[in-house]
């Protein structure tokens, strides 16, 4: 059964979360391995959401960093920040529509996320959106 872009996302970020802790903690991982271990068929959403939140991941966050007061993306918890650096790569490098990535990323807030997190991720994305 085919997982809806949802669902994707939710996945994406479970990777992100996870590849996230094992760079921070200085284990040796290959992204290839995590994906695969959390998604069963190969999926090009998947893999290119992935990739470019790795590969754009400063600008990512020096964008994230410049709509927040008083805070920063270091500060968010963990899955908070994977939520946010994958809106963000939406809205910048995809066609997806502003309306759905922000609803998407406000959505997976809610799941994983408190509330002072998913109003910052709200925040910043509708601070972004606006320029």
């Not at 290839?32 to 959403?45: A, G, P, Q, T, Y």
């Not at 990512?60 to 963000?88: E, P």
Request: aromatic residues 6%; negative net charge.
């Amino acid at each position: 059964m085919a997982l809806t872009r949802s669902e994707l996302r939710e996945k994406i970020m479970i990777i992100l979360y996870q590849y996230d802790i094992r760079v921070s903690n200085n284990v040796n991982c290959n992204i290839d391995d995590i994906i695969k271990d959390n998604i069963e068929v190969e999926n090009d959403f998947v893999k290119n959401i992935v990739y470019g939140v790795i590969k754009y991941k400063d600008e990512l966050d020096m964008l994230a960093n410049s709509k927040m007061k008083d805070w920063d993306i270091t500060r968010i918890d963990k899955t908070g920040a994977a939520i946010l650096r994958i809106a963000i790569y939406e809205l910048k490098y995809t066609d997806t529509p502003h309306v759905v990535v922000i609803n998407e990323a406000v959505e997976l807030a809610k799941k994983y996320s408190d509330e002072a997190v998913r109003k910052i991720i709200n925040a910043v994305l509708d601070r972004l959106i606006k320029e």
